[in-house]
C-alpha cells in the first residue's frame, strides 16, 4: 500500500468516526427533547386553563386555585373526591399588591364571578382540604372540562404564615 492509499484510507476512517459521532449525538438529543416534552407540565392558572381548554386537553398540567369549600363532596367508600377551585393569580408580586396569599385565597372563594374549575382526585380526603386552601393540582383536563388530579398539595396560608421577628435595637 503507497503512502496516498494510506491516507485515503485514514481519511476514509476519520469520516466515518465523524459521521457515526454525528449520529449518536443526534440520536441522544432526540431522546433528550422527546423524553422532556412527554414528562413536561405547564403551569397555568384556572383563568388560563378555562380560556384555553381545547388547547391544553390532555397536556399535564399544574393548576392553581383557592378552594370553594360549599363545594367539596368525598365518598370515602370509592375515595373518589370532587369539589371546586378558583381563579388566583399567579404572580407573586399581584398577590402581595392584593392583601397577601390569604387576601386572594378569601376574595377568589367567595367572588361568584372569578373564573372556576371543577376537580377530581381519587385517593383520600387530605385534612387540609377546606374552604380557601390553596390546592396545587397536577393533571389533565377532561374534554368536559372537569380537571382529573393526579397530585394534590394543598396550603391553608393562614397556618403557614410566619410572624416577623422584631429587630433588636442596640
Do not use: W
Amino acid at each position: 500500500m503507497t503512502s496516498t492509499e494510506q491516507k485515503q484510507a485514514g481519511f476514509r476512517n476519520q469520516v466515518k468516526f465523524i459521521v457515526g459521532g454525528l449520529i449518536i449525538a443526534a440520536a441522544v438529543i432526540y431522546l433528550m427533547v422527546s423524553s422532556i416534552q412527554a414528562s413536561a407540565q405547564y403551569f397555568l392558572t384556572v383563568e388560563e386553563v378555562v380560556a384555553q381548554s381545547a388547547e391544553v386537553q390532555g397536556r399535564n398540567l399544574r393548576v392553581s386555585g383557592a378552594v370553594i369549600g360549599e363545594t367539596i363532596q368525598y365518598d370515602p367508600e370509592t375515595l373518589s373526591l370532587t369539589f371546586t377551585i378558583a381563579h388566583v393569580p399567579g404572580d407573586n408580586k399581584e398577590i402581595e399588591a392584593q392583601g397577601g396569599l390569604a387576601q386572594v385565597l378569601h376574595n377568589a372563594a367567595n367572588d361568584p364571578t372569578v373564573p372556576r374549575l371543577d376537580v377530581i382526585h381519587e385517593g383520600p380526603k387530605p385534612d387540609l382540604l377546606q374552604n380557601e386552601a390553596q390546592a396545587i393540582i397536577t393533571g389533565q383536563l377532561s374534554p368536559e372540562g372537569v380537571f382529573h388530579a393526579d397530585e394534590l398539595l394543598l396550603k391553608c396560608p393562614t397556618k403557614y404564615e410566619e410572624t416577623v421577628p422584631q429587630q433588636v435595637e442596640e
